[in-house]
T-cell receptor, first 115, second 116 residues
Framework: QQQVKQSPQSLIVQKGGIPIINCAYE??????FPWYQQFPGKGPALLIA?????SEKKEGRFTISFNKSAKQFSLHIMDSQPGDSATYFC??????????????FGKGTKLSVKP | NAGVTQTPKFRVLKTGQSMTLLCAQD?????MYWYRQDPGMGLRLIHY???????AKGEVPDGYNVSRLKKQNFLLGLESAAPSQTSVYFC???????????????FGEGSRLTVL
């Protein structure tokens, strides 16, 4: 119940394409869903995050879509660029609930954007 | 600000040797974490700390020990290294005080450990 399942494991798109990465969770107590971006040789860094009271959040070319009833959320990258090539991790938290937990990460998606 | 700093960045050990990874953060964060990252396995939590003097086990704690004697430092120790502990280790920290609770983890750049 604590797992966050992420797919696909890897993704190759052409420049300008719209890669979509999907995540699913079971624990309905999760109240915070961040995405982290990791470049080779670096630590992950927060990209964008959403709370379950909204269905979509956009920041620049990055959008999270959230489906509370299906317990799924996804990351869309509009007009993808070679510089977006990185590994992306979805995650989930009980952050504001009465019994806080630790961040649970998906296994990651390696995205490659071809020029 | 340096953020989260890990030392050393690279280390090669022989089976049975011991070592300590140091994590230092200058953001006055309460929470600190140690993760390991292995191909296809994502980030797995080893140990964490919610404040100075406190530590707790994460998902994969066996073979590791930690200490948080000062708020800004979180040490990860391997008493008797095994080849299965070959990995990239990441330290992270976050704030949790009053209304400052964004949930954002700040990561170091990682420490690559190879156990022969």
């Amino acid at each position: 119940q604590q797992q966050v399942k992420q797919s696909p494991q890897s993704l190759i798109v052409q420049k300008g394409g719209i890669p979509i990465i999907n995540c699913a969770y079971e624990n309905t107590a999760f109240d915070y869903f961040p995405w982290y971006q990791q470049f080779p040789g670096k630590g992950p860094a927060l990209l964008i995050a959403i709370r379950p009271d909204v269905s979509e959040k956009k920041e620049g070319r990055f959008t999270i879509s959230f489906n509370k009833s299906a317990k799924q959320f996804s990351l869309h990258i509009m007009d993808s660029q070679p510089g977006d090539s990185a590994t992306y991790f979805c995650a989930a938290y009980v952050l504001w609930g009465g019994s806080q937990g630790n961040l649970i990460f998906g296994k990651g998606t390696k995205l490659s954007v071809k020029p | 600000n340096a953020g989260v700093t890990q030392t050393p960045k690279f280390r090669v050990l022989k089976t049975g040797q011991s070592m300590t990874l140091l994590c230092a953060q200058d953001m006055n964060h309460e929470y600190m974490y140690w993760y390991r990252q292995d191909p296809g396995m994502g980030l797995r939590l080893i140990h964490y700390s919610v404040g100075e003097g406190t530590t707790a086990k994460g998902e994969v704690p066996d073979g590791y020990n930690v200490s948080r004697l000062k708020k800004q430092n979180f040490l990860l120790g391997l008493e008797s290294a095994a080849p299965s502990q070959t990995s990239v280790y990441f330290c992270a920290s976050r704030s949790h005080s009053g209304t400052v609770n964004t949930g954002e983890l700040f990561f170091g750049e990682g420490s690559r450990l190879t156990v022969l």
